[in-house]
Nanobody, 117 residues
Framework: QVQLVESGGGLVQPGGSLRLSCAGS????????MAWYRQAPGKEREVVAG???????SYADSVKGRFAISRDNVKNTMYLQMNSLRPEDTAVYYC???????????WGQGTQVTVSS
């Protein structure tokens, strides 16, 4: 069974920064387009950023210029650098392959990011 573990979340003031990490097991990150997702209370899970095996990236309009996704295929690890954080960034953040079904058993517990004064 694929296992994904997110870490690095926490409480931060507006304008602050966080770096999230995603560690995978029983999955070769280098074979897939990967993505960071987030889910705010009462909202659907949405894609925040995506990255190809070769490192090409894409971002949701809401985070362009503020977030940066990266990956280390050898370490089977993915990262999300989050700068200039805003209260509307508050959500549980998840990692998975791009397009992972919402009911797939690979989804981890996520890591909580709270942006508040």
């Amino acid at each position: 069974q694929v296992q994904l573990v997110e870490s690095g979340g926490g409480l931060v003031q507006p304008g602050g920064s966080l770096r999230l990490s995603c560690a995978g097991s029983r999955i070769r990150f280098g074979m897939y387009n990967m993505a960071w997702y987030r889910q705010a209370p009462g909202k659907e899970r949405e894609v925040v950023a995506g990255i190809t095996p070769g490192g090409a990236t894409s971002y949701a309009d809401s985070v362009k210029g503020r977030f940066a996704i990266s990956r280390d295929n050898v370490k089977n690890t993915m990262y999300l650098q989050m700068n200039s954080l805003r209260p509307e960034d508050t959500a549980v953040y998840y990692c998975n392959i791009w397009g992972a079904p919402s009911d797939d058993g690979s989804w981890g517990q996520g890591t909580q990011v709270t942006v508040s004064s």
